[in-house]
């Protein structure tokens, strides 16, 4: 079988969790590299709203954040028709495939995610069967399309590696059946930290409103909270890891401007803290401004981005179909 099912580019996917708001550790880790990628790539990226539910939402809630988050990705310049745009609820062969591989990880496996102790720790009264199988969904996600490059932040590494495990296992026993994918993720900017809190990952869900900057924040609002950015003792702008603060808005900085952390310190040399995070509120605030104003008149159209995610559900389903068909052969089940 060919693997790229009759496309010369090769295939990326990835998923961002219809949860909480977007935020800019979201953008510079995920989003503003799939963008990146739209022309030269086969791209996939899915609103993973089964990924969402291993944590309790509200679901009209859920429903206007599937929206919310087409729309924003949209305004950031992820183009519809180059890119195959879905909710992975549409495409029932995420959660076939899921099962099949559920009897091809083993627990040992699935109890040295980091990801799951955090979330366990998190939600200590709902740690459920799906958040710890999580990881699974998440190599389902990715095999069912014979993805070659997942574009993520730094935090999903481990689940990548495990994804890459379970392909080699599959392939070992039964042939050549998946592409083994690799991550991409981005020099600068995988690991936005917290704007209270740099020790901690920017979360979207979290619950902490200071700590986050949202991409729909108000300008006015993101302005205040990188005034109000901790950053270190000392006032000199310089790259260090025990400057947290400090490092995190350079590396925001950066990620953006593609300036070097050097020349960031020279251009800030001897002005001090509050002249350096007026100058990175200044430089998110014009990158946002435009997208901000192009989201409200794309999310008005609720019939037409529905539209898109029922032709990205067909698109993705007529790719995912043969890769699952040719598991069901290799396992021995009887063809539908
Ligand atoms: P949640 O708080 O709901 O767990 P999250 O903000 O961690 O959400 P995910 O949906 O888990 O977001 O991740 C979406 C993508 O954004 C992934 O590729 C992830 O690696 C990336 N990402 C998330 N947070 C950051 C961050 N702080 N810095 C860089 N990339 C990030
Ligand atoms: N687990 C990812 C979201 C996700 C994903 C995927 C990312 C679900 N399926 C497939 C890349 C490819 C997260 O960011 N928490």
């Keep these: 079988m060919n693997k790229n099912q009759g496309s010369k580019k090769a295939v990326v996917l990835s998923g961002i969790q219809p949860s909480g708001h977007l935020t800019l550790g979201n953008y510079l880790g995920a989003l503003k590299n799939w963008i990146a990628l739209q022309e030269q790539y086969d791209c996939h990226y899915a609103l993973v709203d089964l990924h969402t539910i291993t944590a309790r939402q509200d679901p009209k809630q859920l429903r206007e954040r599937c929206y919310e988050f087409l729309a924003l990705y949209i305004a950031c310049g992820l183009d519809p028709s180059k890119n195959v745009l879905f909710v992975q609820s549409h495409v029932p062969a995420h959660a076939r495939l899921a099962w099949v591989l559920n009897c091809y990880t083993m627990v040992g496996e699935l109890n040295r995610m980091t990801q799951f102790k955090d979330k366990s720790q998190k939600n200590a009264n709902n740690i459920n069967a799906g958040l710890y199988d999580y990881p699974v969904l998440m190599a389902a996600d990715i095999l069912l399309y014979q993805t070659r490059f997942v574009p993520v932040g730094e935090d999903q590494k481990q689940h990548l590696e495990l994804a890459r495990d379970v392909a080699l296992r599959f392939n070992k026993l ?79 900085l950066s990620a953006i401007t593609g300036e070097s952390f050097v020349a960031i310190e020279a251009r800030f040399a001897g002005q001090g803290y509050g002249v350096f995070k007026a100058g990175v509120a200044e430089v998110v605030i014009e990158t946002l401004r435009p997208v901000q104003a192009r989201y409200r008149e794309i999310r008005e159209d609720e019939p037409g981005l529905h539209r898109i995610l029922k032709d990205g559900a067909e698109r993705a389903a007529a790719r995912a179909a043969p890769v699952l068909r040719r598991v069901h052969e290799v396992l021995g089940f009887i063809p539908e």
């Design 174 to 252: 039964y042939g050549d059946v998946f592409q083994v994918p690799e991550p991409m993720i981005p020099r600068v900017g995988a690991r936005i930290m917290g704007l209270q809190d740099p020790t901690s990952k920017m979360s979207k869900s979290d619950g902490s409103e200071a700590n986050a900057l949202y991409l729909l924040d108000p300008l006015e609002v993101m302005d205040r909270k990188f005034r109000r950015a901790v950053t270190d003792s000392g006032a000199e702008v310089r790259y260090s890891e025990d400057k947290p603060g400090v490092a995190n808005l350079m590396s925001i």
